[in-house]
């Protein structure tokens, strides 16, 4: 890695003529390039535009805006330029603007397409240095809809996740076995991915336990995909996009999964209903199901789902996860400082809902303590 940064700052002011824009246009035809594109709504945005203005900043500032600052370096729109970035290798630089359903301003999307021998190196260098995407003890999150919306989140582990205990060591322990098992599915032509269906009664706790999981694999980038029928197809080409860019494990969530579609018993005039599941299995095990990725689904009603959604190799671990009986509420309120007394004292009913538990701790809480 040191070896590129002094390549890429050794090459990155000499000098490109135009005459390699018509080299490249019959490169990209050849598919022989490494992209990174990101749109303006992603939080790497920034980081890639401060990467780009410190690799070259002469030809970042012919192409930026009249108004960006250094503390929000933004490129023109529509433009394109080339720098060196190696002995052999080249950066060709672009903006592009897409209509949306945002009346106030079109997206905007940054595209890097590295050329040359190395460039698959220097792409590593780029996507784990300068768009490094982590915080310390926070988790990000991309929920893709209608528009892009990223955010961070705080991470939870399993220690912090009040569970069956039997559940929780099957989940715990299959995760690591295929965390130590890459090489096994790749000696085998098998895609290196994991399906996990978590489902249950609202209020369990599903999304804390997808942030343990996210926990145990450094953090993992989450992308949650909105449930709307029509749009299934701009979520593949989105996650896609997401996992070129983003290195190591990503987890693709499914979030009420049943609102995709209910299953083929159920549902009798069931052509939008076959489409989105067809879509939705090329995303979990299909040609568009990627390497390094995690695929979690969650449902209130597991009984909605088609047979074929939620059979082995789609979802290779499925987890119920149930309301809280006494004893797992005292090891909840343990959690919070408080004893089997201030149980009593809350007066409920078994079995209990975690979050409807969590309120009334939190009730409690104010109603007592100084």
Same mark, same amino acid.
């Given at each position: 890695? +040191? +070896?590129?940064?002094?390549?890429?700052?050794?090459?990155?002011?000499?000098?490109?003529?135009?005459?390699?824009?018509?080299?490249?246009?019959?490169? $990209?035809?050849?598919?022989?390039?490494?992209?990174?594109?990101?749109?303006?709504?992603?939080?790497?945005?920034?980081?890639?535009?401060?990467?780009?203005?410190?690799?070259?900043?002469? +030809?970042?500032?012919?192409?930026?805006?009249?108004?960006?600052?250094?503390?929000?370096? +933004?490129?023109?729109?529509?433009?394109?330029?080339?720098?060196?970035?190696?002995?052999?290798?080249?950066?060709?630089?672009?903006?592009?603007?897409?209509?949306?359903?945002?009346? $106030?301003?079109?997206?905007?999307?940054? #595209?890097?397409?590295?050329? /040359?021998?190395?460039?698959?190196?220097?792409?590593?260098?780029?996507?784990?240095?300068?768009?490094?995407?982590?915080?310390?003890?926070?988790?990000?999150?991309?929920?893709? #809809?209608?528009?892009?919306?990223?955010?961070?989140?705080?991470?939870?582990?399993?220690?912090?996740?009040?569970?069956?205990?039997?559940?929780?060591?099957?989940?715990?322990?299959?995760?690591?076995?295929?965390?130590?098992?890459?090489?096994?599915?790749?000696?085998?032509?098998?895609?290196?991915?994991?399906?996990?269906?978590?489902?249950?009664?609202? /209020?369990? /706790?599903?999304?804390?336990?997808?942030?343990?999981?996210?926990?145990?694999?450094?953090?993992?980038? $989450?992308?949650?995909?909105?449930?709307?029928?029509?749009?299934?197809?701009?979520?593949?080409?989105?996650?896609?996009?997401?996992? @070129?860019?983003?290195?190591?494990?990503?987890?693709?969530?499914?979030?009420?999964?049943?609102?995709?579609?209910?299953?083929?018993?159920?549902?009798?005039?069931?052509?939008?209903?076959?489409?989105? @599941?067809?879509?939705?299995?090329? $995303?979990?095990?299909?040609?568009?199901?990627?390497?390094?990725?995690?695929?979690?689904?969650?449902?209130?009603?597991?009984?909605?789902?088609?047979?074929?959604?939620?059979?082995? /190799?789609?979802?290779?671990?499925?987890?119920?996860?149930?309301?809280?009986?006494e004893e797992m509420a005292l090891k909840l309120l343990k959690m919070f400082g408080y004893n089997r007394d201030d149980l009593t004292k809350m007066n409920v009913t078994y079995p209990i809902q975690p979050a409807l538990l969590q309120s009334k701790i939190m009730e409690y809480r104010a109603a007592n303590d100084d």
């Amino acid at each position: 890695m +040191k +070896k590129i940064l002094r390549m890429l700052k050794q090459k990155a002011n000499e000098s490109v003529t135009d005459l390699l824009f018509g080299e490249m246009s019959e490169v $990209i035809k050849r598919g022989l390039f490494s992209k990174i594109e990101l749109k303006d709504n992603d939080v790497l945005y920034r980081s890639l535009n401060e990467f780009l203005y410190k690799l070259n900043p002469k +030809k970042f500032e012919e192409n930026m805006r009249p108004n960006s600052q250094h503390k929000d370096l +933004k490129l023109l729109p529509n433009i394109s330029y080339i720098v060196k970035c190696g002995q052999n290798e080249y950066m060709r630089i672009s903006t592009s603007e897409v209509e949306t359903t945002e009346r $106030i301003r079109k997206k905007e999307i940054l #595209s890097v397409l590295i050329f /040359g021998p190395q460039r698959k190196q220097i792409y590593k260098f780029i996507t784990k240095n300068a768009l490094n995407p982590k915080r310390k003890n926070m988790i990000r999150t991309t929920y893709i #809809s209608e528009r892009l919306l990223t955010s961070y989140t705080p991470q939870r582990d399993f220690d912090s996740i009040i569970m069956d205990d039997e559940i929780k060591k099957y989940l715990i322990s299959n995760l690591n076995k295929w965390k130590n098992d890459e090489k096994w599915f790749k000696d085998h032509h098998l895609v290196y991915k994991k399906g996990i269906l978590l489902h249950g009664q609202p /209020g369990t /706790g599903k999304s804390s336990i997808i942030k343990a999981i996210s926990n145990m694999f450094d953090n993992a980038y $989450i992308i949650s995909i909105a449930p709307h029928k029509g749009s299934l197809v701009n979520h593949i080409d989105n996650i896609l996009i997401y996992r @070129q860019s983003i290195p190591g494990i990503l987890i693709v969530l499914i979030e009420d999964v049943d609102m995709f579609f209910t299953s083929r018993e159920k549902n009798k005039n069931g052509d939008d209903n076959d489409i989105a @599941q067809n879509e939705l299995f090329q $995303i979990i095990d299909g040609i568009h199901s990627t390497d390094n990725t995690i695929y979690i689904a969650t449902t209130n009603h597991i009984d909605y789902l088609d047979s074929a959604l939620i059979r082995p /190799g789609r979802f290779d671990i499925k987890v119920e996860i149930d309301y809280f009986d006494e004893e797992m509420a005292l090891k909840l309120l343990k959690m919070f400082g408080y004893n089997r007394d201030d149980l009593t004292k809350m007066n409920v009913t078994y079995p209990i809902q975690p979050a409807l538990l969590q309120s009334k701790i939190m009730e409690y809480r104010a109603a007592n303590d100084d």
